[in-house]
Every structure is written in structure tokens, then in C-alpha cells.
Nanobody, 123 residues
Framework: QVQLVESGGGLVQAGGSLRLSCAASGLTFNRYAMGWFRQAPGKEREFVSAIVGSAVNTNYAESVKGRFTISRDNGRNTVYLQMNSLKPEDTAVYYC????????????????WGQGTQVTVTS
């Protein structure tokens, strides 16, 4: 049974930083692309970033480029999202997702999902 467990969310002031983690189990981690998505109240879930299994390729939403960095540790079955220079508009529930085939920007591309972690950025 595949499980994805996010952690690291919290309350931070604008300009601050957080690092999210997503620990995966029940899958051959290095064969899966991992993605981060977020969903703010009343809005659709949106793509944030993704990384392929080998970590050679990454992708970012324009809104987070230069501020967020995705990485993974295949030895620890964990993917990270380092978030710097946070803005109030980054406030959302952040989800990690996994898929063995796709690593696109659509949530429909990912088969497995975590439960999410809340990130709140105050002005």
C-alpha cells in the first residue's frame, strides 16, 4: 500500500522560509516522479513543482520559480520542497503526489497523493 506523508507546514511571516517533506512508502521510490501541488480555499488544486525519479529534471510553476526548490533523497524515500521568500499568496494546503509514468503539471497525471500539510503566510 502506497503512503505519502507530508510534514513541515506551519505559520510563517512573509519573507520567511519553510521546508516541506514528503515521506513515501510502499513503492520503489526512485522509479516515481514526485510532484508538489497546493490548494487554497475556494481555488482549484494547482501545480507547484515536480521532479523525476533520478532527480535529473525538475519543473516549477512560474509563480514559485526562483523562490522554491524541489529535491529528493532516494535513499530516504523522501522528497522536499524548500520554500523561501514566502508570500501571503503562497498560503494553501500543500500536497505531494507520485506517479510512475507522468511528471506533468496536471493533478490528473499523478496516481498517489498525500493528505496535505497547511502552510500559512502572514503579511
Amino acid at each position: 500500500q502506497v503512503q505519502l506523508v507530508e510534514s513541515g507546514g506551519g505559520l510563517v511571516q512573509a519573507g520567511g522560509s519553510l521546508r516541506l517533506s514528503c515521506a513515501a512508502s510502499g513503492l520503489t521510490f526512485n522509479r516515481y516522479a514526485m510532484g508538489w501541488f497546493r490548494q487554497a480555499p475556494g481555488k482549484e488544486r494547482e501545480f507547484v513543482s515536480a521532479i523525476v525519479g533520478s532527480a535529473v529534471n525538475t519543473n516549477y510553476a512560474e509563480s514559485v520559480k526562483g523562490r522554491f526548490t524541489i529535491s529528493r533523497d532516494n535513499g530516504r524515500n523522501t522528497v522536499y520542497l524548500q520554500m523561501n521568500s514566502l508570500k501571503p499568496e503562497d498560503t494553501a494546503v500543500y500536497y505531494c503526489a507520485a506517479d510512475a509514468v507522468n511528471w506533468g503539471t496536471s493533478a490528473k497525471s499523478y496516481r498517489f497523493w498525500g493528505q496535505g500539510t497547511q502552510v500559512t503566510v502572514t503579511s
